[in-house]
């Protein structure tokens, strides 16, 4: 069982299933295309764009100076549903299977999730929040790029593995490699295998790019949300996909993270094959996630 004080404990009886268990996969996006196929998506150019732009400037300094600047919680007081409706218009420019609205992808993710852990309350909540730090965005929150909010992260301070989507670009009979442009593939601090870090130094001692994964785990810590470790984990980790997916960077991990770690790989099915262009009623689902909202969290949050 995995707790930590003040926060609700995982249920021994939840264990987490294999990608064959529960949810059926689908066998196409919501353009009949592949899941994740980032050379065939019909959103090729826009997709693209935003990790050439990601993967340029998510630098060392730029992580560490703009974590440290959000951290400080001051860009709004507002409660989880609030935070949701401001999503209620915003489209992720980074995904290759969806352009449906960000409210919709939360609740699909959500609905799916509780159909195969029915009991599981705090594994429904953590679907509808897991993406809410795309509110960076929003002009409340000074408007940040998306590919300074959206997109698989990968760690800054070392060397960018090449597991990492986009590492290679296929042009006709060229091949870009955006990071050479960023300025940390040459320089020697930051460049080899380790670079800053050290083997086994834990996830939570590593800098990822950053996005709304991390920022959406600091606004629940802060305001002292009561959501189990494996949630903020799947919360902070969920587009680490070079990990989670790829298993690059295990190196880096210590046992907790291995501990918490399978429930991501069981979340990832739900927040990835859930996209449809078939919407959730909001008004039908939303009193039973207020409900979650008010037992695991303060009813207005500082962000």
């Not at 090729?44 to 100076?65: A, C, G, P």
């Not at 296929?170 to 990071?179: A, G, M, S, W």
Request: hydrophobic share 35%; with cysteine.
């Amino acid at each position: 069982m995995i707790a930590v004080e003040n926060q609700a404990p995982v249920s021994e009886n939840a264990i987490p299933k294999d990608a064959s268990d529960g949810f059926v996969v689908p066998e196409s996006n919501a353009f009949g295309q592949s899941f994740r196929d980032y050379e065939a998506t019909v959103r090729l150019s826009i997709v693209e764009n935003t990790y050439r732009l990601n993967h340029i400037n998510q630098t060392y300094d730029f992580v560490k100076r703009t974590r440290e600047e959000y951290a400080k919680l001051n860009k709004a007081e507002m409660s989880i549903w609030e935070a949701i409706e401001l999503l209620d218009s915003f489209v992720d420019e980074s995904d290759p299977d969806l352009e449906e609205p960000q409210i919709q992808h939360l609740l699909q993710s959500a609905e799916a999730i509780r159909k195969d852990y029915p009991n599981e309350e705090w594994m429904h909540l953590t679907a509808l929040i897991h993406d809410l730090g795309k509110v960076l965005y929003h002009s409340k929150f000074g408007s940040l790029p998306q590919w300074a909010v959206v997109g698989d992260t990968h760690p800054v301070g070392c060397a960018f593995d090449e597991s990492i989507v986009y590492h290679k670009v296929f042009l006709k009979t060229l091949v870009n490699y955006y990071f050479k442009e960023n300025p940390d593939y040459n320089n020697p601090a930051y460049n080899t295998k380790l670079g800053v870090y050290s083997e086994g130094c834990g996830l939570e001692n590593v800098l990822l790019s950053w996005g709304h994964d991390d920022y959406m785990y600091m606004v629940a810590k802060a305001n002292g949300t009561t959501l189990p470790s494996a949630a903020l984990f799947t919360i902070r980790y969920h587009s680490f996909y070079p990990l989670h997916t790829e298993g690059a960077y295990q190196y880096l991990m210590n046992e907790e993270d291995r501990e918490n770690l399978k429930w991501v790989q069981t979340f990832n099915k739900y927040d990835l094959y859930s996209k449809s262009s078939v919407h959730i009623d909001v008004e039908k689902v939303k009193p039973y996630y207020e409900s979650l909202i008010k037992k695991y969290f303060p009813e207005k949050l500082r962000w």
